[in-house]
T-cell receptor, first 116, second 116 residues
Framework: ETGVTQSPTHLIKTRGQQVTLRCSSQ?????VSWYQQALGQGPQFIFQ???????GRGNFPPRFSGLQFPNYSSELNVNALELDDSALYLC???????????????FGSGTRLTVV | AQTVTQSQPEMSVQEAETVTLSCTYD???????LFWYKQPPSRQMILVIR??????QNATENRFSVNFQKAAKSFSLKISDSQLGDTAMYFC?????????????FGEGTQLTVNP
């Protein structure tokens, strides 16, 4: 059983640029959630995708957007990067269905984004 | 909205001794899950233990156990026979079953150092 894979592992971008982060979910999982973890803080929920649609969103502006593909992999896109977007971005996959969520989350090792 | 508070930013313990990490939370939901995650330098979130709110019995996983006090909204983690490999950041997390879907709400974390 494969785990969650995120790419790239590190990234440096300039303020105002756009970035795309990628996540391959664990085999058998159909739901992907994204979290932002600033240095020294706990992860903050960005949004979740289920069956290729956004299914829950945290307190993040619209310049944070995402996609989920038929194979359940996912992308996080951030437009007009700001210095405060510098953080570790974590992806977590899980299994949902029939109105229930399996609480077996599997996290990736994250993408460290630095905005300069 | 749910909140999770970890009041101990850092803790240290000698190898083979016992340490307890504190967590309190606030929610209006009656049915939920609580988790402790470990985040080593590899950055991947690893599930340590989970507790279902409707279960009165405290969860136990080998050297890890919790003290779940639902009325007090307290969820502490006890690590027995501490090992050097337990050194990591520990996060307490909440997931409601009624309103928050599968999103996790994390605390700010406690950095645990196990000394030889």
């Amino acid at each position: 059983e494969t785990g969650v894979t995120q790419s790239p592992t590190h990234l440096i971008k300039t303020r105002g640029q756009q970035v795309t982060l990628r996540c391959s979910s664990q085999s058998g999982h159909n739901t992907v959630s994204w979290y932002q973890q600033a240095l020294g803080q706990g992860p903050q929920f960005i949004f979740q995708y289920y069956r290729e649609e956004e299914n829950g969103r945290g307190n993040f502006p619209p310049r944070f957007s995402g996609l989920q593909f038929p194979n359940y992999s996912s992308e996080l896109n951030v437009n007009a990067l700001e210095l405060d977007d510098s953080a570790l971005y974590l992806c977590a996959s899980s299994l949902a269905g029939g109105g229930r969520y399996n609480y077996g989350y599997t996290f990736g090792s994250g993408t460290r984004l630095t905005v300069v | 909205a749910q909140t999770v508070t970890q009041s101990q930013p850092e803790m240290s313990v000698q190898e083979a001794e016992t340490v307890t990490l504190s967590c309190t939370y606030d929610t209006s939901e009656s049915n939920y899950y609580l988790f402790w995650y470990k985040q080593p330098p590899s950055r991947q979130m690893i599930l340590v233990i989970r507790q279902e709110a409707y279960k009165q019995q405290n969860a136990t996983e080998n050297r890890f156990s919790v003290n779940f006090q639902k009325a007090a909204k307290s969820f502490s983690l006890k690590i027995s026979d501490s090992q050097l490999g337990d050194t990591a950041m520990y996060f307490c997390a909440f997931r409601g079953r009624e309103t928050s879907g599968s999103r996790l709400t994390f605390g700010e974390g406690t950095q645990l150092t196990v000394n030889p």
